[in-house]
């Protein structure tokens, strides 16, 4: 079975500082891994996924993510924080078949202060 | 292109009633996935349909709750005899036909049970 864990429901940083959300997962195939983000009374959307390819991956609005296979992470990070990354952030997998079961973690909140 | 499109994007009906939850998957999807989000929790799978197929409901509950995607129109998740229990937020996903590793959220429908 998959699962992913989410490190801090809540992480608060400064506008300029560095982000960095963490995602540890568990799986018994080559995971695909997934970052998306909510905000308030949206959908989810993609910023990120790594799908065994180069294993550090860039995605929108400067953020990029690192595969880690002896770690079991995909840690979510960006140089520097803007008020507007406020948000909700999920880590999610899937195994690496045709079949795209998504399995979420509970996701963290980013807080950006000025 | 239009996105997933879900309606309604609120809905709230007194205990005992059917809810009814339509997902519209983005042109040239195929596949639908639904997953529920509880208060200050993660997303939780549901069911993955394709045209006029259940493919996999195993995070579906096994009384009240069924879905359905026909040949024509859109995805319907649908509930009877709600609980507050189902108060929770309703996303719709959808991918392309190929196996991809992509799904693309709706805006979600939240659903207020009284």
């Known amino acids: 079975a998959q699962s992913v864990t989410q490190l801090g429901s809540h992480v608060s940083v400064s506008e300029g500082a560095l982000v960095l959300l963490r995602c540890n997962y568990s799986s018994s195939v080559p995971p695909y891994l997934f970052w998306y983000v909510q905000y308030p009374n949206q959908g989810l959307q993609l910023l990120l996924k790594y799908t065994s390819a180069a294993t550090l991956v860039k995605g929108i609005n400067d953020f990029e993510a690192e595969f880690k296979k002896s770690e079991t992470s995909f840690h979510l990070t960006k140089p520097s924080a803007h008020m507007s990354d406020a948000a909700e952030y999920f880590c999610a997998v899937s195994m690496n078949t045709g079949f795209q079961k998504l399995v979420f973690g509970t996701g963290t909140r980013l807080l950006v202060s000025p | 292109n239009a996105g997933v499109m879900q309606n309604p994007r609120h809905l709230v009906r007194r205990r005992g009633q059917e809810a009814r939850l339509r997902c519209s998957p983005m042109?040239?999807?195929?596949?639908v996935y639904w997953y529920r989000q509880l208060p200050e929790e993660g997303l939780k799978f549901m069911v993955y349909l394709q045209k006029e197929n259940i493919i996999d409901e195993s995070g579906m509950p096994k009384e009240r709750f069924s879905a359905e995607f026909p040949k024509e129109g859109p995805s319907i998740l649908r509930i009877q005899q709600v609980v507050r229990g189902d108060s929770a937020a309703y996303f719709c996903?959808?991918?392309?036909?190929?196996?991809?590793?992509?799904?693309?959220f709706g805006p979600g429908t939240r659903l207020l049970v009284l």
């Open positions: 996903a959808s991918s392309p036909p190929a196996a991809s590793e992509t799904q693309y």
């Open positions: 042109k040239g999807h195929s596949h």
